[in-house]
């Protein structure tokens, strides 16, 4: 049978489903069935659209042909699930309704594991981790309309992080939405996306399914990785098309992320300036950990003995106790340097921009990254090597002599003496915050520390405001990769979705330290964490606030950055644990009872309203007109 010809087969409708073999493979089963109306496909489908073979009567099935026997029909939805398998997608995450539930459905059937979540948010959170962690496009799967907004805010976060994502999502009907005819969930989503996406694609033919995935999967991971979004209006698929020339139209990306290896001219200029340095320094950001390059990067560190700066979730690249570490004296690091290396690191707003007086105004620059375009963003770039950060640290090791990099004894003895005292000057707050009361986040975070040094595969997802900044420089991180946070954007509503994703992803225990306000963006997933029953323990540093939560009110209302909750319920109510700590001991207690449960649990830490300052560490971002309070 022709393509063509599959409109006209209605009534008849094929399905398939796949079943399990007992050494884990799947097969696939072809089943015709005809059925009376369309109407009669699937109660629970878009009508005329998808079927379901859990819908139809035993009694109808007629015919069982072989897949790609002459006359075997396919239809949309098969086909997203076969190129998304012979693409080695294995996890999906997404929320269903119209008119993707089948998919869902048919995708769990095939052996992709499904992870369903309550907000689509959360399932792109989940599905950017996943990129993060396995340079893979996680896959996100979401509904016409609001369902694919929601998820948009993950695509774009992922985007702005450069983590590789796909977003597949159903449309509505395109002769309804285009004339604005007041389609249900209508909305041109494609020309949404685009403006917040790495790219963004419509298929429009069931036949160009496997080359709209393929497409969608090249983009996302090849170089900077990104977000993309893929748009299937709901005709596509259900569009029912021959199955031998479908299986044809489908194919399995080759080398998704080519290497890109730099110019041998700039390798050597760099290896120039680090040589005739006076105070080296190297920065290493997510790019770096994304890059999984870890023992090239080490070895050039540590042949090289410059010292080092992690980005957040840079850190465990090396330990955070290396010796290399500038970490303690980050400040005196960025002011004095005179050659930087940014490895995977962009000179944003985060690292100042590389502005002076933050900076050296004196710096020379070199960069490594993918992205050419990178470069000059900020500042002027001495040695652009654009290049995977695998490849350029391997030219960078096998082009530079052996001691022609090497550290002065000045600069690593500065570095040292401002460390020194800025830890001796941490000490009594940290000492002091042990035995507050009520409890300081200092005095959980560090019961927290103690717990995760002792545990160092579990990994850390950290969101908030003083939540963020206190857990980042409390928290030492000896694995790389182990910790997700808030990002390049600073957003908050990533923590129940980036734990979820590093759960399914590694089947590790995850910690997620998380604001009480940050917390509550993502704050429903508890129930798909207790659904799935994963190792997730997440603990709250709950100051009752946005910021902090001791603002007084000029009205009956409560302040606008007054909040108040005992979330240790809201996860009873799913079937985990829940505590309520009120001292380190009790955290502490608590967080290894919880992670030894392997089970899902929350720790709410009730910490004093008045600890924490508005915005954390980022204060001075906000505008200051004459309400200022600050
Ligand atoms: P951080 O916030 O930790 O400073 P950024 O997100 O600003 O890190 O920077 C990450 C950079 O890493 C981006 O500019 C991106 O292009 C780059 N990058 C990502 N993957 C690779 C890779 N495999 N090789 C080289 N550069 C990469
Ligand atoms: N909405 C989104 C999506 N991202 C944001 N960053 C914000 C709002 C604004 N915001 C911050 O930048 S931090 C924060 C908000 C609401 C929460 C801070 O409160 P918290 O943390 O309870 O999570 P701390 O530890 O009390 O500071």
Same mark, same amino acid.
């Given at each position: 049978m022709r393509a063509a010809d599959a409109t006209s087969l209605w009534p008849v409708v094929i399905t398939a489903v796949y079943q399990a073999i007992a050494d884990k493979s799947w097969t696939r089963v072809v089943t015709t069935r005809k059925v009376n109306s369309n109407k009669g496909i699937s109660a629970n489908s878009q009508e005329g659209h998808t079927m379901t073979i859990a819908s139809l009567p035993d009694t109808e099935v007629e015919h069982t042909p072989e897949p790609h026997e002459p006359g075997a029909l396919t239809d949309g939805i098969h086909l997203v699930v076969d190129a998304l398998k012979l693409n080695d997608v294995d996890t999906i995450y997404g929320v269903v309704g119209i008119p993707i539930t089948d998919l869902a459905r048919l995708a769990q059937a095939s052996g992709i594991r499904y992870i369903g979540f309550r907000h689509e948010s959360d399932a792109g959170h989940a599905a950017a981790a996943a990129g993060f962690l396995t340079q893979k496009p996680g896959i996100c799967l979401t509904v016409s309309a609001p369902g694919f907004l929601n998820g948009l805010v993950a695509l774009a976060n992922a985007t702005t992080n450069c983590f590789p994502m796909v977003q597949i999502s159903g449309s509505s009907e395109r002769h309804l939405v285009d004339l604005q005819r007041g389609d249900y969930e209508e909305m041109d989503q494609l020309a949404a996306a685009r403006l917040f996406a790495k790219a963004a694609y419509r298929v429009s033919r069931a036949e160009d399914i496997g080359r709209g995935i393929a497409r969608a999967i090249r983009t996302a991971v090849s170089g900077r990785p990104g977000g993309v979004y893929l748009d299937i209006p709901a005709a596509v698929l259900g569009e029912v098309i021959d199955a031998e020339k479908a299986a044809a139209t489908l194919w399995r990306v080759v080398n998704p992320a080519p290497r890109q290896l730099p110019e041998t001219e700039m390798v050597d200029s760099a290896i120039d300036l680090l040589a005739n340095a006076k105070r080296p320094l190297i920065v290493l950001g997510k790019g770096a950990a994304y890059a999984q390059a870890d023992e090239q990067i080490r070895e050039f560190v540590e042949t090289?003995?410059?010292?080092?700066?992690?980005?957040?979730?840079?850190?465990?690249?090396?330990?955070?106790?290396?010796?290399?570490?500038?970490?303690?004296?980050?400040?005196? &690091?960025?002011? @004095? &340097? /005179?050659?930087? =290396?940014?490895? !995977?690191?962009?000179?944003?707003?985060?690292? %100042?921009?590389? /502005?002076?007086?933050?900076?050296?105004?004196? *710096?020379?620059?070199?960069?490594?990254?993918?992205?050419? &375009?990178? =470069?000059?963003?900020?500042?002027?770039?001495?040695?652009?090597?654009?290049?995977?950060? !695998?490849?350029?640290?391997?030219?960078?090791?096998?082009?530079?002599?052996?001691?022609?990099?090497?550290?002065?004894?000045?600069? @690593?003895?500065?570095?040292? *003496?401002?460390?020194?005292?800025?830890?001796?000057? =941490? &000490? %009594? +707050?940290?000492?002091? *915050?042990?035995?507050?009361?009520? =409890?300081?986040?200092?005095?959980?975070?560090?019961?927290? +520390?103690?717990?995760?040094?002792?545990?160092?595969?579990?990994?850390?997802?950290?969101?908030?405001?003083?939540?963020?900044?206190?857990?980042?420089?409390?928290?030492?991180?000896?694995?790389? +990769?182990?910790?997700?946070?808030?990002?390049?954007? !600073?957003?908050? !509503?990533? %923590?129940? %979705?980036?734990?979820?994703a590093a759960a399914v992803e590694t089947g590790d225990p995850v910690v997620a330290i998380e604001g009480d306000s940050a917390f509550g963006f993502s704050g429903m997933e508890l129930e798909a964490v207790c659904r799935y029953n994963l190792p997730i323990v997440t603990v709250i540093l709950n100051n009752s606030g946005v910021y902090r939560g001791d603002d007084a009110s000029t009205t009956s209302d409560p302040a606008p950055t007054a909040l108040r909750a005992r979330h240790e319920y809201m996860i009873k109510a799913f079937g985990g644990k829940g505590y309520q700590a009120t001292t380190p001991a009790e955290v502490g207690a608590a967080l290894r009872e919880a992670l030894a449960s392997g089970r899902p649990a929350l720790i709410d830490c009730v910490i004093d309203p008045s600890d924490g300052t508005e915005s954390g560490n980022i204060a001075h971002l906000n505008p200051k007109g004459i309400t200022a309070k600050h």
């Open positions: 090289t003995g410059v010292p080092y700066l992690p980005m957040s979730m840079a850190k465990g690249l090396l330990p955070d106790d290396h010796p290399q570490s500038a970490a303690t004296a980050r400040s005196l &690091a960025l002011k @004095r &340097a /005179d050659v930087v =290396m940014l490895v !995977g690191a962009r000179l944003n707003w985060l690292l %100042g921009h590389g /502005d002076a007086p933050q900076w050296n105004p004196d *710096a020379k620059f070199i960069q490594v990254d993918i992205a050419a &375009a990178e =470069m000059d963003s900020n500042q002027p770039i001495a040695a652009p090597l654009v290049g995977d950060i !695998g490849s350029v640290m391997e030219a960078l090791l096998e082009r530079a002599k052996p001691g022609q990099i090497t550290v002065q004894t000045e600069w @690593r003895e500065e570095l040292t *003496a401002k460390s020194d005292s800025n830890v001796a000057k =941490m &000490a %009594g +707050r940290l000492e002091a *915050a042990l035995t507050a009361h009520p =409890m300081k986040f200092l005095g959980a975070l560090q019961a927290i +520390r103690d717990v995760l040094h002792d545990n160092p595969q579990v990994y850390v997802v950290n969101e908030g405001a003083n939540a963020l900044d206190l857990a980042r420089n409390t928290i030492g991180m000896q694995v790389p +990769r182990h910790r997700l946070d808030s990002g390049t954007w !600073g957003v908050m !509503g990533i %923590g129940m %979705g980036y734990a979820i």
